[in-house]
């Protein structure tokens, strides 16, 4: 997606190894996300950063996972000891900041299969 | 509470007919947007179209507009002449006032996958 970069587009993990994903965005005055999409399913929410505000963690499914957006602009999505249900497209997305109705715009996202 | 309802988890239409997918949404904020966004298979999530929900008028672009029903909460999308290429996900999603709810979350709907057939 433009304005969004994310790293790697396909990760093969074997169950219980850490993965960290990247997402790269080239603005860094934007609100920044992750979501997540199993196959088949919908777009659930994992956590937000919008500036030097706390981020909005609330998405997040387990303590296994966490996220750290690193001087307002690449954000690391991390999963420890990945397990199966883990398996699916991790997307970021950024929003300008202060516009409510500016739509996201999304990464390519990262495909993760954990075996 | 589901926030974000679409009811037709797939759809089929006939190549050039119009079609309306459903969404439905949950807020008890005064200010929120509505978002639709189209996923081939590709995968690519691609922005369509905006509502506000002060704005009086049903938004439109191009071949895609809104039908904007506030007192119903509910804001269906409406694809015309409809082509092979529309064929993909349709997410529909929303975005509450932070002011109120404290979160500037995008809660998407989990999705109408939609066939046009030729």
């Known amino acids: 997606g433009a304005g969004v970069s994310q790293s790697p587009s396909n990760k093969v993990t074997e169950k219980g190894k850490d993965v960290e994903l990247r997402c790269d965005p080239i603005?860094?005055?934007?609100?920044l996300y992750w979501y997540r999409q199993s196959l088949g399913q919908g777009l659930e929410f994992l956590i937000y950063f919008q500036g030097n505000s706390a981020p909005d963690k609330s998405g997040l499914p387990s303590d296994r996972f966490s996220a750290e957006r690193t001087g307002g602009s690449v954000s690391t999505l991390t999963i420890q000891r990945t397990q199966q249900e883990d398996s699916a497209v991790y997307l970021c997305?950024?929003?300008?900041?202060?516009?409510?109705?500016?739509?996201?715009?999304f990464g390519n996202g990262t495909r993760l299969t954990v075996t | 509470a589901q926030k974000i309802t679409q009811t037709q988890p797939g759809m089929f239409v006939q190549e050039k007919e119009a079609v309306t997918l459903d969404c439905t949404y949950d807020?008890?904020?005064?200010?929120?947007?509505l978002f639709w966004y189209k996923q081939p298979s590709s995968g690519e999530m691609i922005f369509l179209i905006y509502q506000g929900s002060y704005d009086e008028q049903n938004a439109t672009e191009g071949r895609y507009s809104l039908n904007f029903q506030k007192a119903r909460k509910s804001t269906n999308l409406v694809i015309s002449a409809s082509q092979l290429g529309d064929s993909a996900m349709y997410f529909c999603a929303m975005r509450e006032d932070p002011t109120t709810s404290g979160t500037y979350k995008y809660i998407f709907g989990t999705g109408t996958r939609l066939k046009v057939l030729a």
């Open positions: 807020t008890s904020d005064q200010s929120y947007g």
């Open positions: 997305a950024l929003a300008p900041i202060g516009q409510s109705n500016s739509p996201l715009h």
């Open positions: 603005s860094g005055h934007t609100a």
